[in-house]
């Protein structure tokens, strides 16, 4: 089928988006209610990814990393069916969605705005505890 480039990804006629080349997947890059996100597109589906929030190292002064993982703990219970919690080595909080449908531009679009918007409950519960308060800059 005939594609036509889109910065690193190919666009078929019929709209359908995958990665132009092999190597790292390509990637949209979004900030929702300030933390980054991620929609990388694979060549058999889509991976959504987010910093939800940090668990304080043991480094920082008055840092309550009990309520942290208290906090943390409570998180799968409320994120959808098929939704994946990590706690990254440098404390960060991630939580990833993938899909296995190879998308359309317009779909990528839309599956970013659903995955933003489901993150919303484990975002908030965040927002509850002192830890998650300070905001994710990078």
Known sequence: ???????????ARDGAFRPREAGPPP????RWRGRR???ALRADGLRL??????????AERGA????AFQAVAALPGLLPAGWRLRLLPDHRIQVE???AAVPTATGVIAAMVRFALALDPCLDRLEQTPFARKREDG
Do not use: H, K, N, W
């Open 1 to 11: 089928m005939e594609t036509f480039p889109l910065g690193p990804f190919a666009v």
């Open 27 to 30: 990637a949209l890059r979004f």
């Open 37 to 39: 996100c991620e929609a």
């Open 49 to 58: 990814a987010a910093i939800a929030g940090r668990v304080p190292s043991t």
């Open 64 to 67: 309550d990393r009990d309520l």
């Open 97 to 99: 969605q993938e899909t």
